[in-house]
């Protein structure tokens, strides 16, 4: 009966069944690529890392520094770039996103104030009831 009372822990620890909590996202290398003064959106990229054993859905994403922050896929349909708008993002468990040029990404749309490099730009990521802010570093588009 060891078995069972560990198992019953465990279910009460992971409030299992609800969509994965944001405590076990991590974002690694966020930055938001530098632009021209008043260009009116900013893409921002980063590596994003599911440390649970469930799925993880980010709904929604703001930060104060812009009038909104929208998760877009770019794609090539019939040899033309092609983006659209995603409802949320998904990182698998025990799993990764990387948004990144040419693939998924962050549209940032209506800066609230210059961004230069240097700077840097605190975004909300939403899963469900749970938030986590990260800090998107402005810096020039890799080589
Ligand atoms: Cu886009």
């Given amino acids: 009966m060891r078995r069972a009372g560990l198992w019953l822990a465990l279910a009460a620890a992971c409030r299992c069944g609800a969509a994965a909590a944001c405590a076990d996202l991590r974002v690694h290398d966020a930055w ?4 021209p003064p008043g260009a009116p959106v900013r893409v ?15 709904d929604r994403i703001d930060g104060t520094d812009f009038d909104s922050v929208e998760p877009h896929r770019m794609s090539i349909v019939d040899g033309i770039m092609q983006m659209r708008p995603l409802p949320r993002l998904q990182v698998p468990a025990h799993g ?8 998924d990404h962050l549209m940032l749309t209506g800066p609230h104030r210059a961004l230069k490099p240097g700077d840097d730009t605190a975004l909300v990521f939403r899963c469900g009831a749970q938030a986590v802010t990260v800090r998107f570093a402005v810096r020039g588009a890799a080589p």
């Fill in 32 to 35: 938001v690529a530098d632009a």
């Fill in 44 to 58: 921002g990229y980063a590596v994003l890392e599911n440390g649970g054993g469930a799925p993880l859905a980010i």
């Fill in 96 to 103: 990764r996103l990387a948004l990144q040029a040419g693939g």
